[in-house]
């Protein structure tokens, strides 16, 4: 029979196994959705920023760098491999992160040393090295470079930007780039795509911020405002979609609990719209999105189809001359067509996504010609085998 005592201690333990930090619920709720390498590292970004507030500057940038970067998706680090490029052990790494890093003596909280400084400037050159060379060729054009001057405004002037531009103009693209060449741990972007509601909404905050989904929607809200600051910048990408829902008001609460984040947190903010999607707003912009619109300065309009000079650039990157854009091709006997005509078509018709696939299947035909270059020959034939492709084509039971 057991004693009182052993009978207490018993049940403490039980408790202690039963009770839950904010980290081991992102490591438990990562591995049930099969994210190994996001349970690797068993923080938040809140608590990290808490647990290292006492370090210099470069230091907390740089740890908080390596781990929004390394638990993407797009580049995954395990936590071991991290530690191991910084040439520390996984229990010291650990000690930065967990607010334990402390002397031995003492047993006051330490900075990183100099060394562990310089190591993780040389993990961040490197990652951000390998990713640039690792990506799909990114072509910076007129458009792209406005995208990033929005960015850059929302950063310095701690306010709300609105982006408003065509559908396949260009704007995820360069918000991806944005936030790569823009310190990736302070340019956050999230893409609203397959977002529902309030609660879809802080959770894919959350998310992106390193913080567990899995949490009331009190405790996401409190938890993503520890993790924000005044330095960051969030992007809010394809905002009108948050309006796709079965209740309206549930707009309405997203957008006013963006509002409660800025007002709260101070961060930068961008959104972006479709055209379409702004003019479904528009109306609501001076009613119930009165407070949170009149908060942005600057809005950003991109137009309703990708410019000439951003088609001329992308096309000159893959190595088509602008020059012949107008010359009259034969692409088969009794078809002649101008590669401008065409990229006028598509422009307007499209967008760059449309170009862009052209390019690729030119490639493609190139190569199975055992050509390394394309021209605009090829550009145009792929196109017309799109077009016809597209076609219904003849039965043969008509005749």
Request: charged fraction near 25%; glycine fraction near 6%; proline fraction near 4%.
């Amino acid at each position: 029979m057991a004693t009182a005592s052993e009978t207490t201690n018993t049940a403490e333990a039980q408790a202690s196994v039963s009770i839950e930090t904010p980290e081991s619920q992102v490591a438990r709720s990562l591995v049930n959705q099969g994210n190994t390498v996001r349970s690797t590292w068993r923080f938040s970004l809140d608590a990290v920023r808490a647990n290292i507030a006492h370090m210099t500057p470069e230091a907390k940038d740089l740890l908080v760098w390596a781990f929004t970067w390394s638990i993407d998706p797009s580049h995954p680090i395990a936590f071991d491999d991290f530690a191991e490029r910084v040439g520390v052990s996984p229990n010291t790494a650990y000690k930065f992160y967990s607010g334990k890093y402390k002397h031995p003596d003492s047993g006051k909280l330490m900075d990183l040393s100099e060394k562990t400084v310089k190591a993780l400037r040389d993990f961040k050159r490197m990652e951000l090295s390998r990713s640039k060379m690792g990506r799909k060729q990114f072509v910076i054009t007129p458009t792209a470079k406005r995208i990033w001057w929005a960015c850059d405004q929302a950063r310095k002037s701690n306010t709300p930007v609105m982006i408003i531009g065509a559908s396949q103009i260009g704007k995820t693209e360069a918000l991806r780039q944005y936030c790569i060449d823009n310190n990736h741990g302070k340019s956050i972007l999230i893409e609203l795509e397959a977002v529902n509601g309030l609660m879809g909404l802080l959770k894919a905050i959350a998310r992106k911020l390193g913080i567990s989904p899995n949490a009331t929607t009190p405790d996401l809200i409190d938890r993503i405002k520890k993790a924000l600051t005044p330095d960051m910048v969030l992007i809010l990408d394809e905002v009108h979609l948050l309006a796709n829902v079965y209740r309206r008001g549930s707009f309405f609460a997203c957008m006013e609990q963006i509002r409660r984040l800025f007002d709260a947190t101070g961060c930068g903010m961008v959104f972006t719209f479709t055209e379409l999607g702004f003019r479904q707003v528009e109306h609501d912009r001076k009613r119930e999105l009165a407070q949170i619109f009149r908060r942005g300065i600057h809005q950003v309009n991109l137009g309703g189809m990708p410019t000439v000079e951003d088609v001329r650039r992308i096309m000159e990157a893959f190595g088509l001359n602008w020059s012949d854009r107008k010359d009259e091709i034969e692409v088969t006997k009794g078809l002649t067509d101008t590669p401008w005509a065409v990229l006028k078509q598509l422009s307007a018709e499209e967008g760059l996504k449309a170009i862009i696939e052209r390019v690729r299947l030119a490639r493609d035909y190139a190569a199975d010609q055992e050509r390394d270059e394309i021209s605009w020959a090829d550009f145009l034939t792929v196109h017309y085998m799109i077009v016809r492709n597209a076609q219904v084509p003849a039965t043969g039971w008509e005749k």
